[in-house]
């Protein structure tokens, strides 16, 4: 247990809904984390966001929307997914502080997606 | 543009064995590198974080090294152990003040007993 949870673990949806992937950390970190990971392919981060700020968007289509409305939880809204987005989606923590950047960074068990 | 290159992609090795895994990577300029490791179905679990005024850190059995100017990183588990089968993630943060991290593809380990 890393203190980062992720809800929910599995989810399938089509291509038309809209979902949101739920990410809460109690570890009293301040920067927050979105990862995909795909098969064959190396973790790609997606988001960062640091007291509340985004503070980077590693050019993620339109279609994932994060949303961090506290420091202890993040959230990634979904819609009208490819089937190309199945993925594993990973949450992480860290804390940050200005000049020093960030420390080690905790991450949650991962939401397994799958678009069909 | 950095590039993170783990060598081999898989290793099967018996129980008790010393090994080592490789991590390369192309721009010298980083800020730290840590070793991770992810059992399937999870999520990553920090290992070790070396930063890059650092030369080696090491946790109970595990050793990892960094070489900056050859664009190298090691990590050497001694005395494996079935519990230790996994897939190790190396990754990197450079400088200049970004969060990024990253990631090789990792190398699937597996330790048989």
């Known amino acids: 247990e890393t203190g980062v949870t992720q809800t929910p673990r599995h989810l399938v949806m089509g291509m038309t809904n809209k979902k949101s992937l739920k990410c809460e950390q109690h570890?009293?970190?301040?920067?927050m984390y979105w990862y995909k990971q795909s098969a064959k392919k190396p973790l790609e981060l997606m988001f960062v966001?640091?007291?509340?700020?985004?503070?980077e968007n590693n050019s993620v289509p339109s279609r994932f929307s994060p949303e961090c409305p506290n420091s202890s939880h993040l959230f990634l809204h979904l819609h009208t997914l490819q089937p190309e987005d199945s993925a594993l989606y990973l949450c992480?923590?860290?804390?940050?502080?200005?000049?020093?950047?960030?420390?080690?960074?905790?991450f949650g068990a991962g939401t397994r997606l799958s678009v069909l | 543009k950095q590039e993170v290159t783990q060598i081999p992609a898989a290793l099967s090795v018996p129980e008790g064995e010393n090994l080592v895994l490789n991590c390369s990577f192309t721009?010298?300029?980083?800020?730290?590198l840590q070793w991770f490791r992810q059992d399937p179905g999870k999520g990553l679990t920090s290992l070790l974080l070396?930063?890059?005024?650092?030369r080696e850190q090491t946790s109970g059995r595990l050793n990892a090294s960094l070489d900056k100017s050859s664009g190298r990183s090691t990590l050497y588990i001694a005395a494996s152990q079935p519990g230790d089968s996994a897939t190790y993630l190396c990754?990197?943060?450079?400088?200049?003040?970004?969060?990024?991290?990253?990631f090789g593809k990792g190398t699937k380990l597996t330790v048989n007993p």
């Open positions: 992480a923590s860290s804390r940050t502080s200005p000049g020093q950047g960030a420390d080690i960074q905790y």
């Open positions: 570890l009293g970190h301040n920067a």
């Open positions: 966001y640091s007291l509340e700020e985004r503070v």
């Open positions: 721009d010298s300029a980083i800020y730290n």
């Open positions: 070396i930063q890059s005024s650092q």
């Open positions: 990754a990197l943060k450079g400088q200049g003040g970004s969060e990024k991290l990253v």
